[in-house]
């Protein structure tokens, strides 16, 4: 029997992007596993895709479209053809738009898919041609995007594979290990020849305990530490006076903003000792080829894009940006600059319409968006019951009875169980699509592996077909997926440095495709893509945002606290990611729950003695958002403030549901917006927590 053997993209949200292969045999994958030729998966892949036949085949996949049929949330479906769904929804959004105007229409969408396709250009050129209202899209890196970008113009970080070229490296607010695995043979084999790694975590981490050295601040203050550094390497003369005046803006006001960023000041900050913050100045400014590898838990909070802004300097006081093994470690992903036009077509389109923020979905649909108020809700490649911030709020504004909901998913999520219409989506072996990746610099073509199961369909071609009962003839709008690939690659190439002689048949055919960079070493030639060309200290491109132009750490509390009447009882929530999970997806399937175990929160002991909590309990964790029950873990891997318990789990799946709907971790934490860019502030949340059952 003939067999297939098809390759493809991983398209969850990780920055490894892998090169995976499915063996196909009478139109049915049999086999999965990772593309030994890609230069970053190397034949591996990690505990949660591994098993993704089991997510492809998943048994409870959806296959056809759906109409409610009982109360929104009751269960109750009926059956309907793909014509009887697009005729309910185009006549629903006629009628909204003539009613409201179209900004009535709220598209919300996020990391489903990464693809260029099935995300990007699904999620804005049929909306833009509707004049829908924007999503802003800030759940979860635009404060450490905006950041990065004022500070050095550009989100270059050097490949994996050079991290043994570092004598030093820290990881900061990073969990690779559950977030980034394939970084991980490179810090290990770096630590072998002697590379020193320190983690910089609230919380101890599988990644932190494999760490040499673990630094646990309290949450939401790296800002206020990483300029608390900046004051002891300019204090004992480790900084780099003549690279600083050649290469930056604003080092002599800088130099002033560190004054106020004493050691105790900032130990009084952080909850770290003054001997803590010495010792690690000391050996980050004194150990050349040293560099800093930022994620993104660390911009989740208050001060969050200050924080990454103040992080951004410290190469730049020590001299180590250009500097092979030096410098900063963010992301990929601003290499891969799209022609904007091709992907969105918003040239196109008559206006440019008003933005909703994605953390206050919650809000948006209970009041806050007004004139004209949120009438419909399209939600694709995202499942915000289970992921996105305020949850209960979330739940109430999907009840609503004049909300005509859409929801277009692989699965029966918690947030599908409150649509109108469910439409059955495609998995990535059954789509075609184009991967960049934010950890790496290779693009890959999806080549779709099996039919769509049933009658799935996907992002893409629903938008087609949406398009046609819309009325929207636009071309755009209609071409297959790869006539949309091939017009933004063939537009983008002749554009861009990094992506010239890029062609969709040279993807298709050669696998991956590396970008055209200068060198391994980011920023080599000292040139930095900021309005200056230098390194920007001081930015007035985050003043003309409304910003601080200089670097700062201001406190803020979670907004519940000052509510509250028993303050000095309030823990600190971190929630990152599961190991087992990517945010909620694969978060349904039986084996990876397994692994996972049950939702749990870890809490100190200092802190759940007083409390009456064992080990091994169930905790009833809450704030005045909401509530939901966790087994407690008594452990030091949290300092004493702090409580921990990673996102992902599906609400529905909560194992102390009573006929309720079952809650999550989201229904506690925080939908305030951070400093910059409107980003979530997830891990600013204050919750309080009480025993409510006896250990196992
Ligand atoms: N407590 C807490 N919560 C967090 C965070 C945190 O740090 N703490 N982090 C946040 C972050 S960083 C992020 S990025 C968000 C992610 O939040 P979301 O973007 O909502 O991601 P998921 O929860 O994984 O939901 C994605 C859904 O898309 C569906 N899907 C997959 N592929 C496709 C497709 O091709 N088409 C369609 N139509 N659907 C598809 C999947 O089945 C899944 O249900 O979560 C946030 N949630
Ligand atoms: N297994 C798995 N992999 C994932 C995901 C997942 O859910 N599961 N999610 C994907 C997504 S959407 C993203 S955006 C990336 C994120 O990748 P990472 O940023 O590595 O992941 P997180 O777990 O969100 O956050 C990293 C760490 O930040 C810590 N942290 C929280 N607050 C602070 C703080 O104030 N300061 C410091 N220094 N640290 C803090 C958390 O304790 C956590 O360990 O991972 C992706 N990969
Ligand atoms: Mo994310």
């Not at 993704?52 to 009926?78: E, I, M």
């Not at 939600?379 to 009875?401: C, H, T, Y």
């Not at 694969?586 to 175990?597: F, I, P, T, V, Y």
């Amino acid at each position: 029997m003939l067999r297939q053997q098809i390759r493809g993209v991983c398209p969850h949200d990780c920055p490894d992007t892998c090169g995976i292969v499915t063996e196909v045999e009478n139109g049915k994958a049999v086999k999965f596993y990772a593309d030994r030729h890609h230069p970053v998966t190397q034949g591996w892949l990690c505990v949660k895709v591994s098993p993704y036949l089991d997510h492809v085949y998943h048994p409870d996949r959806l296959q056809h479209p759906l109409k409610r049929v009982g109360p929104k949330g009751s269960g109750q479906w009926a059956q309907i053809s793909w014509e009887e769904a697009l005729q309910e929804i185009s006549a629903q959004w006629q009628q909204i738009i003539a009613e409201y105007g179209a900004e009535a229409i709220l598209p919300y969408s996020y990391s489903g898919t990464l693809g260029l396709l099935q995300m990007t250009v699904s999620s804005a050129r049929f909306w833009n041609r509707m004049g829908a209202s924007r999503l802003e899209r800030s759940i979860c890196c635009m404060a450490a995007i905006t950041a990065v970008e004022a500070t050095l113009g550009l989100r270059w970080s050097p490949a994996y594979e050079t991290m043994p070229d570092s004598k030093l490296i820290v990881l900061w607010g990073h969990n690779p290990v559950s977030t980034a695995p394939h970084l991980m043979p490179h810090l290990t084999r770096a630590q072998r020849q002697g590379t020193e790694i320190i983690v910089i975590d609230p919380r101890c981490t599988k990644t932190a305990k494999r760490a040499d050295w673990h630094i646990a601040p309290l949450p939401g203050t790296d800002g206020a530490l990483a300029l608390g550094l900046g004051h002891i390497i300019v204090q004992e003369g480790w900084h780099d006076e003549t690279w600083l005046n050649a290469h930056t803006v604003g080092w002599p006001h800088l130099r002033e903003r560190l004054q106020a960023y004493d050691p105790d000041t900032v130990s009084s900050l952080t909850g770290l000792s003054s001997d803590t913050i010495f010792e690690l100045a000391k050996r980050y400014a004194t150990t050349k080829r040293s560099i800093l590898k930022v994620a993104d838990g660390v911009q989740r909070n208050f001060n969050g894009g200050q924080a990454v802004r103040a992080i951004c300097a410290l190469p730049a006081l020590t001299g180590q940006y250009g500097q092979q093994g030096g410098g900063l470690a963010y992301s990929t992903s601003g290499l891969y600059d799209w022609d904007a036009q091709s992907v969105t077509h918003s040239q196109d389109c008559v206006k440019v319409s008003r933005k909703v923020n994605m953390n206050r979905l919650g809000a948006a649909l209970t009041g806050e968006i007004t004139d004209p108020p949120i009438k419909s809700l399209y939600v694709f490649g995202a499942n915000p019951v289970a992921s996105s911030p305020n949850a209960r709020l979330i739940v109430e504004g999907l009840k609503r009875d004049d909300l005509f909901t859409v929801v277009h998913e692989l699965l029966m999520t918690d947030t599908a169980d409150y649509a109108d219409i469910v439409l059955p989506a495609t998995s990535q072996l059954e789509q075609v699509d184009v991967h960049q990746a934010y950890g790496h610099t290779n693009l890959r073509y999806n080549h779709p592996a099996i039919a769509p199961l049933g009658e799935c369909k996907s992002n893409w071609d629903v938008f087609r077909v949406l398009s046609e009962s819309m009325g929207y003839d636009e071309p755009w709008l209609h071409q297959s997926a790869d006539e949309v690939l091939d017009e933004i690659i063939t537009a983008s190439a002749q554009k861009s440095v990094r992506l010239a002689g890029l062609k969709l048949d040279r993807l298709k055919s050669e696998g991956q495709v590396p970008l055209n960079l200068p060198g391994t070493v980011p920023f080599a030639d000292l040139k930095f893509p900021t309005p200056s060309g230098k390194v920007e200290l001081y930015s007035e491109v985050m003043q003309n945002l409304g910003h601080d132009p200089l670097p700062t750490y201001q406190h803020k509390q979670d907004p519940i606290l000052a509510q509250a009447t028993n303050q000095d009882d309030a823990l600190n929530l971190v929630s990152g990611g599961a190991h087992h999970f990517v945010s909620s997806s694969m978060a349904n399937q039986d084996g990876l729950l397994k692994r996972e175990g049950k939702p749990f929160l870890e809490i100190h002991p200092q802190d759940a003695i007083p409390r009456n909590i064992q080990d091994g309990m169930t905790v009833r964790v809450h704030n005045a958002r909401g509530w939901c029950l966790l087994q407690a873990v008594v452990t030091d891997t949290v300092r004493p403030g702090v409580v921990a318990s990673p996102k992902g789990f599906w609400p529905k799946n909560d194992p102390w549901k009573n006929g309720d709907g079952g809650r999550n971790i989201n229904w506690l934490t925080s939908d305030e917006l951070a400093d910059v860019a409107g980003q979530s502030t997830y891990h600013n949340t204050q919750v309080w927590i009480q025993p409510i059952q006896a250990a196992d």
